[in-house]
């Protein structure tokens, strides 16, 4: 073994590695430099749900974001099943930009690995660093306006809301 | 989830129970690990800078106790004894200083007597002096005492950063251990309002310690230029004293001012104290507490001079310590409750 090797063994976390290699395969963590992912590191709790448990309900204030680590949900609303999430996808997203209630209902469709990111802790790292501040807000800005595009029949009506 | 059955409530409570009285039987002890797993508090966003670099934790914690190891050697070594001088020599000078001080007021007190007779007759000066001198006397000699006695020597140099160390390496592990045993249901709850409450709490407890660091080491670097006697007094006095906004600067200036008088008995002393402890002023103003203190809690004056003295009143010197902390805990945790709604921007949805 080299000393290089020795050296990288002895001062540095292995499961920091693993964890930056899965931040890259979430799109709102895209452009974002080694450094950056560690700072968003240390804002992301991670819990176990077991298959078939609700992590949210429509209507319930949101507060945190969800990545999906291992395992998958299902997003429902109105008692119908709207898509499935698997591993590097995230929900929840409205919740770090507002405390506005939840419009869909998750549960886990098997047992998950879920990351939480919580609006509090997002707006101090925002704050803290806010070149990383910058480009999580312009990466979930970019998914939002992706998400309004996709919406159908845009282009025959505008929407309105109020 | 389903709700407590009576039986699981019965021993709920009496698990509580027993710890509760297992703690007040040990109480004595329980400082140092109270102090230390406030240590790990507040040091734990440190822990997650450095780590965010990819070390790992202990490494990370190892990082941190050597530098705290440099400033703390370069105090311990070089203030230290110079603290523990001056206190010995401001004992053994109290009764100079209280009968030079007297000296200037006695003058005062023949001019007085002289123009009110009934001032002498009631012995007003005669009493007031002899009371002072009694406090003064007994409340100098106390003061190294009141600081050994809160805090042994051992439990300062020992316990606390040996007790620290494990908190800060075991804590991310204990945190994980509590988030996994909170039902699902409530994690988004109970979290966020932890988070919300050491978002402003924590921010204003680690920006008073910064705000104090800076100005007790800069009044004590500019005390000792200007060859200013207890400097190192002065100048922790000034650091702990300028939580108080407004108030706290003075006590500084005050006291540095007397002392300069004394010893060089010449009013420019009075203006360089005066300027230095402006410029320090000016600097933590514009400097320091834009950035330290950010969106925390602000007392106002006010609340901070009550809340001290009902401290005093209630726990005495230790009351004062925790005073601020305490009143700084009641006000986010009402700044929490009542905490207006974020101003949703309102925006016909009409999609260019």
Same mark, same amino acid.
């Given at each position: !073994?080299?000393?290089?090797?020795? #050296?990288?063994?002895?001062f #540095? ?11 890259r395969?979430?799109?709102l #963590? ?9 700072n968003?590191l ?8 077991p ?5 949210f309900k429509?209507?319930q ?12 949900v299902k997003?429902?609303r ?5 898509? &499935?999430?698997?591993?590097?996808? #995230?929900?929840?997203?409205m919740a770090?930009?507002e405390?506005i209630?939840?419009t ?6 098997k047992?998950?690995?879920l990351?939480l990111?919580y609006?509090? &802790?997002f707006?101090? =790292?925002a704050?803290d660093?806010?070149?990383?501040g910058? !480009?999580?807000l312009?990466?979930?800005?970019s998914?939002?306006s992706a ?5 159908k ?5 505008p =929407?309105?809301?109020? | 989830?389903?709700d407590?059955t009576?039986?699981?409530i ?6 509580i /129970?027993?710890?509760g009285?297992? +703690?007040?039987l040990?109480?004595?002890i329980l ?6 797993a406030?240590f ?5 966003p ?10 790992k934790?202990?490494?990370?914690v ?6 705290f190891f440099?400033v703390f050697?370069?105090?311990?070594v ?7 001088n001056?206190?010995a020599v401001l004992r ?5 200083y209280?009968?030079?001080?007297k000296? +200037? +007021?006695s003058?005062?007190q ?12 009631k @012995?007003i ?12 006397e007994?409340?100098?000699?106390r003061i190294?005492g ?6 042994s ?11 620290t160390?494990?908190?800060?390496l075991g804590s991310?592990?204990?945190f $994980? ?5 909170i039902?699902?249901?409530?994690v ?6 932890f ?6 709490? /924590?921010?204003y407890?680690?920006? $008073? ?6 100005v007790?080491v800069?009044?004590i670097?500019?005390l000792l230029?200007?060859g200013i006697?207890?400097?190192v007094l ?5 650091g ?12 500084g200036?005050i ?5 300069g ?19 320090? @002023?000016?600097?933590d103003?514009n400097?320091?507490q834009?950035?330290v203190?950010?969106r /925390?809690?602000?007392l ?6 009550f809340?001290? +003295?009902?401290g005093? @009143? ?6 004062m ?7 700084g ?5 009402l700044t ?17």
């Open positions: !073994m080299d000393l290089r090797d020795l #050296f990288t063994k002895i #540095f976390d292995r499961e920091y590695k693993e964890k930056i290699t899965f931040f395969t979430v799109s #963590f895209s452009g974002l430099s080694d450094r950056a992912l560690g968003v240390g804002i992301v709790h991670s819990k176990i749900y298959a078939g448990e609700t992590v429509a209507g204030e949101g507060k945190a974001l969800y990545i999906v680590k291992t395992g998958e997003v429902s109105d008692g119908k099943e709207v898509c &499935r999430l698997g591993s590097g996808e #995230f929900f929840g997203e770090l930009l405390e209630p939840r869909a209902t998750v549960v886990t469709s047992e998950s690995q990351l990111i609006k509090v &802790r707006d101090e =790292l704050e660093t806010p070149r990383t910058v !480009m999580l312009r990466n979930l800005a998914i939002l998400r309004i595009r996709d919406l029949d845009l282009d025959t009506k =929407l309105q809301t109020k | 989830m389903r407590l009576a039986r699981e019965f021993i709920i409570a009496v698990v /129970g027993v710890t009285w297992f +703690l007040y040990v109480r004595d400082l140092p690990f109270v102090l230390s406030f790990t508090y507040l040091l734990s440190l822990i997650f800078r450095i780590e965010s670099f990819g070390l934790k202990i490494i990370s190892v990082i941190l106790y050597l530098c440099v050697a370069g105090i311990l070089y203030l230290v004894p110079k603290a523990i001056e206190l053994n000078n109290a009764p100079r209280f009968s030079e001080t000296g +200037l +007021l003058d005062f023949f001019k007085i007597e002289d123009r009110y007779p009934f001032v002498k007759e @012995q000066f005669d009493t007031a002096s002899k009371k002072v001198e009694e406090l003064f007994s409340e100098v000699a190294p009141y600081v050994l006695g809160i805090f020597l051992f439990s300062i140099i020992v316990l606390i950063p040996v007790l160390f494990f908190m800060l991310a592990e204990l $994980q251990k509590m988030m996994e045993a039902p699902p249901r409530y988004e709850t109970t979290l966020s309002l988070y919300e409450a050491d978002s402003v709490l /924590g921010r407890i680690r920006g $008073q310690m910064v705000e104090t660091s800076f007790g800069l009044s670097v500019g230029a200007l006697d207890y400097a002065i100048g922790a006095a000034a702990i004293a300028n939580m108080i906004p407004y108030v706290g600067p003075f006590v200036f006291l540095a001012a007397f002392v008088l004394l010893e060089y008995k010449t009013a420019m002393i009075v203006i360089k104290v005066a300027v230095l402890f402006s410029v320090i @002023q000016f600097l103003n400097l320091i834009p950035i203190i950010g /925390g809690v602000n106002s004056p006010l609340t901070i001079v809340s001290l +003295l009902a005093a @009143q209630i726990f005495g010197i230790l009351g310590i925790i005073a601020v902390p305490v009143a805990i009641i006000k986010t945790v929490i409750i009542f905490k207006p709604r974020a101003k949703k921007i309102e925006e016909k949805a009409v999609i260019i």
